[in-house]
């Protein structure tokens, strides 16, 4: 296991999660 290995995966489920989030606030101001 390399530290830039675990950065990358952590980095992507943060993005991941992000990007959800981003998705949900969007539809949230289409439905206003």
């Known amino acids: 296991m ?3 290995a ?4 952590i980095g992507t489920a943060i ?3 992000g990007f959800a989030v ?3 606030i969007q539809l949230f ?3 206003d």
């Open 2 to 4: 390399s530290i830039i």
């Open 6 to 9: 675990d950065v990358a995966s």
């Open 15 to 17: 993005f991941g999660v």
């Open 22 to 24: 981003w998705i949900t």
């Open 29 to 31: 101001k289409k439905a």
